[in-house]
Structures are given as C-alpha cells and as structure tokens.
C-alpha cells in the first residue's frame, strides 16, 4: 500500500508539472505579506485627509485639448468653489492630465483666494451686480425663509459663502465661469453699514 501511495503521489506531481498555467493551482503570496490585511491594503498616511470644515464644490469640468507639434494632448479643467459657510470663499481653476488631480488642484487654488464676504444675517446687506466678461448677475436681499433662489453655478458659490436668503437673476453669457466669476465679484463689492461708517469717519447713527 506505501508503494501504490508514492507512485500515485509522483504521477500526480508530474501531471501539475505538466498542466498548462491555467490550470495549475494559483498560490496566493499576497496573504503572507506584512501589509496586507484580509487582501487589502492598509490606508497609507498619503491617502489620509484631515477635515479643515471647509465646503468644496465642483462646479464644472470640461476637456480641453492643446495641439502640439507631436500631436494632441487632451488634458480636464476643473472649476472649483471653496467656502466655510461663514463668510469666506474662494474660488479656483486648474488643469491636470487626471480629473481628480484637477479637482485637488483647483481646491487648493480656491483656498488661496479665499475672501472676506459682508453678509448680514442670512442674507447681503444691500443689492449688487456683478459682472465678468457678457456675464451679469443680479443679487437682491431676501426675507428669511425665502431661501437661495439662483441657478447652478450661482447656488454653489451663496451656498460655500453661507448665505441662506438671497434673489438672483443672471444675464447674458450662462457659461459657468462666467457666472461664478461674476457672483464672486459682486459678493467682494458688498459693503456693511459699519464699514461705509469707517471708510468715511462718522458713526453709523449719521449714515
């Protein structure tokens, strides 16, 4: 019987040996590595991202294409909106060969160009147009409860700043860097009662 056993044993180590790759046994050497855990890897300090409270948007990403004496390069360009919702946004475009890496790009430029924004509760102290290029947007206080009454790309750019009331009406060209660059500079243009008061050196009771 010991000697039927081993040559049953070689006959079937040889017809392994001689079976295609296909439909050879298949060892799994990654159950044995150090840094693997149930077959996945273990989060590595690159992919963790601390939480800043920020608010990020995307608002558009388009892909764009640059010709070059060896041909095309086609390339995304991402537009970003960033905000805390307490009165600071941002906003940012970038390029990159990936959409992820454009969007991580355009984040990073919007957190640089972060500005200060005048609110007044829920809503902007006064009425104010912005404008950029053939695009023009009317931004009117509101009442609370009224909400934010805008389109796409306006929405995004009230809603990082932290406004909750407001009326808006967009002219002309509705290209979203049109409009978002047109809401950006009409929010910078807004001024409190308090800082007209500083600007001109009187009190807010003779304004």
Known sequence: ?????????????????????????????????????????????RDVKEDDGLIKKTVSINRVTKVVKGGRTMRFSALCVVGDGKGMVGIGMAKAAEVPQAIEKANLRAKK?????????TTIPHETIGRFGKGHVLMMPAQPGTGV???????????????????????????????????????????????????????????
Do not use: W
């Not at 081993?6 to 040996?17: D, I, P, S």
């Not at 060892?27 to 149930?38: A, E, Q, S, V």
């Not at 160009?113 to 509760?121: G, H, P, Y």
């Not at 009454?149 to 809603?159: C, D, F, K, Q």
């Open 1 to 45: 019987m010991e000697n039927v056993q081993e040559v049953e044993a070689v006959v079937t180590e040889q017809q392994q040996e001689q079976a295609p790759k296909s439909e050879q046994p298949r060892r799994n050497f990654r159950d044995n590595r150090p840094d693997r855990k149930g077959g996945r890897r273990n989060n590595r300090d």
């Open 113 to 121: 160009a972060m500005v200060n924004i005048a609110l007044k509760d």
């Open 149 to 207: 009454i805008a389109g796409g790309p306006v929405r995004n750019v009230l809603e990082a700043v932290g406004i909750k009331d407001i009326r808006t009406k967009s002219y002309g060209s509705n290209n979203p860097v049109n409009c978002v660059k047109a809401t950006f500079n009409g929010l910078k243009s807004l001024r409190t009662r308090e800082h007209i008061a500083q600007l001109r050196g009187k009190s807010v009771e003779e304004i």
